[in-house]
C-alpha cells in the first residue's frame, strides 16, 4: 500500500470559515509534508512534521494551522483564508525526512476562497 | 542556494519517439539526491526515477533512464518508446542529506498520437 489519502477533494470555503484538510497513510513513514501548488508551478513546501513533531514551518501565515495527531494522520486546519490562498494543496509522506527518500503524495485537495 | 534549472517549459513529441527532459543543478556539497517526478493531469505526482549522486551507475527504471553527470551537475531524464500516458509535467528536484527537497519549474510534456 503506497497511498496517501487526502480529504476533501474540492473544498469551498468562505473568508470568515474554518474548515480543515486531512490526511492520512498507512505506509509507517514517520516525515509528513503540506505543500501548496499554484497552477503550472512546482510544490511549495508549506510545513514538515517527522516523528509527529512540526520540524520546519516555511514561514506560513498562521491562517494555516498544522496539526498531527499521530504517525498516520496530519490536518490542516484553515481559518480567515484570503482569496490568494485557493490553490491545490498537497499532502505527503516519506519513510525520513530530509534523508533522500522517495516522498508519496496524495492527489491534493482543491481549495477555492471565495 | 541550491537551485534546480529545468530549461524546457513545454515540450511535443510523437508517440513512440525518445524525448530527453533537461535539468541542471547547484550545488557545493557531494552527497545529495536526484528525483524526476511525474504530475499528469490527474495531478497525482509520482516518483518516476531517483538517483544517489555516490551512485555513478545511471539509474534507469523501464522506458525512463537517465543521464546523471555530476561533474556538469547534470541530470537529464530520457523517456524511449513515448506513450500517451507519459503526458504530463515533470518535476526535477535535488534533496541534500539533511535538508528538504527543491523541486525546479517544471516541463510540460505532450505526447501526440
Known amino acids: 500500500d503506497t497511498e496517501v489519502t487526502q480529504t476533501p477533494k474540492h473544498l469551498v470555503m468562505g473568508m470568515t470559515n474554518k474548515k480543515s484538510l486531512k490526511c492520512e497513510q498507512h505506509m509507517g513513514h514517520r516525515a509528513m509534508y503540506w505543500y501548496k501548488q499554484k497552477a503550472k508551478k512546482p510544490p511549495e513546501l508549506m510545513f514538515v512534521?517527522?516523528?509527529?513533531?512540526?520540524?520546519i514551518n516555511e514561514s506560513v501565515p498562521s491562517r494555516f494551522s498544522p496539526e498531527c495527531p499521530n504517525s498516520s494522520l496530519l490536518n490542516l486546519h484553515l481559518h480567515a483564508l484570503q482569496p490568494e490562498d485557493s490553490a491545490l494543496y498537497l499532502c505527503?509522506?516519506?519513510?525520513?525526512?530530509?534523508?533522500?527518500?522517495?516522498?508519496?503524495f496524495g492527489e491534493g485537495s482543491w481549495l477555492t476562497v471565495v | 542556494a541550491q537551485t534546480v534549472t529545468q530549461s524546457q517549459p513545454e515540450m511535443s513529441v510523437q508517440e513512440a519517439e525518445t524525448v530527453t527532459l533537461s535539468c541542471t543543478y547547484d550545488?557545493?556539497?557531494?552527497?545529495?539526491?536526484l528525483f524526476w517526478y511525474k504530475q499528469p493531469p490527474s495531478r497525482q505526482m509520482i516518483l518516476v526515477i531517483r538517483q544517489e549522486a555516490y551512485k555513478q551507475q545511471n539509474a534507469t527504471e523501464n522506458r525512463f533512464s537517465v543521464n546523471f553527470q555530476k561533474a556538469a551537475k547534470s541530470f537529464s531524464l530520457k523517456i524511449s518508446d513515448s506513450q500517451l500516458g507519459d503526458t504530463a509535467m515533470y518535476f526535477c528536484a535535488f534533496q541534500n542529506r539533511d535538508d528538504k527537497i527543491i523541486f525546479g519549474k517544471g516541463t510540460r510534456l505532450h505526447i501526440l498520437p
Open positions: 512534521y517527522s516523528y509527529e513533531k512540526l520540524s
Open positions: 550545488t557545493s556539497e557531494s552527497n545529495y539526491y
Open positions: 505527503a509522506s516519506s519513510q525520513e525526512a530530509f534523508s533522500g527518500n522517495t516522498i508519496y
